[in-house]
Nanobody
């Protein structure tokens, strides 16, 4: 069974940085995208950044220029480097994948069928 394990969440002050990691295992060849999503209390889950096995990247407008997604194929790990953090970035961050994701749905949670347990990021002002 597919496993996704997030780590790296923490509490930081505004302007700070964090790097999240997503260790993936038992992926199939049809799972060509891994994405990062977040969900704040009382809000819907939203796409943050996604990377394809070919290295293509997709970002939400709210994080462009501040967040960078990358992958280490040898370690089966996807990273989310988050800089210039803002209080509105506070959320539980999840990584996800699935066989039905396409480039046009790379930031849409509905197409991702496998999810990690999440890691909390808290940004204080």
């Amino acid at each position: 069974q597919v496993q996704l394990v997030e780590s790296g969440g923490d509490s930081v002050q505004a302007g700070g940085s964090l790097r999240l990691s997503c260790a993936a295992s038992r992926l199939t060849s049809s799972m060509r995208y891994i994405g990062w999503f977040r969900q704040a209390p009382g809000k819907e889950r939203e796409g943050v950044a996604t990377i394809s096995t070919l290295g293509g990247t997709y970002y939400a407008d709210s994080v462009k220029g501040r967040f960078t997604i990358s992958q280490d194929n040898a370690k089966n790990t996807v990273y989310l480097q988050m800089n210039s953090l803002k209080p509105e970035d506070t959320a539980v961050y999840y990584c996800a994948t699935g066989p039905n994701v396409r480039w046009y749905s790379a930031l849409k949670p509905a197409d991702f069928g496998y999810w990690g347990q999440g890691t909390q990021v808290t940004v204080s002002s």
